[in-house]
């Protein structure tokens, strides 16, 4: 069975940190471009970043440059996306998503964009 597994999610505080795994299982994670996104209440889903499966060229929303870095680990088959100096305005519901596209322009498709999704992990930043 093809399954995308999320964790790492949690309640922290504002400037802590998380790093968020993306598990893949019945395929390889490193045929595909994996994204993270995430949706909070009353707002639109936003990618929030990924990496490519061509190169592993990496990008990232302006509102978390700086401070989130996504990684593989073709190993365990997993995906990381390490967050720190956390801000209240990123708690949301965080998924991850395997796309057969190249480059960050699938991440605006909806969900059309990507071949599998995971269900997601709460990520609670308090101020």
């Known amino acids: 069975e093809v399954q995308l597994v999320e964790s790492g999610g949690g309640l922290v505080q504002a400037g802590g940190s998380l790093r968020l795994s993306c598990a893949g299982s019945?395929?390889?994670?490193?045929?595909?471009?994996i994204g993270w996104f995430r949706q909070a209440p009353g707002k639109e889903r936003e990618g929030v970043s990924c990496i490519s499966r061509v190169d592993g060229s990496t990008y990232y929303a302006d509102s978390v440059k700086g401070r989130f870095t996504i990684s593989r680990d073709n190993a365990k088959n997993t995906v990381y996306l390490q967050m720190n100096s956390l801000k209240p305005e990123d708690t949301a519901v965080y998924v991850c998503?395997?796309?057969?596209?190249?480059?960050?322009?699938?991440?605006?498709?909806?969900?059309?964009?990507?071949?599998?999704w995971g269900l997601g992990t709460q990520v609670t930043v308090s101020s």
């Open positions: 998503a395997a796309s057969g596209y190249v480059g960050s322009h699938w991440m605006g498709f909806g969900t059309d964009g990507a071949d599998y």
């Open positions: 019945g395929f390889f994670l490193d045929d595909y471009t």
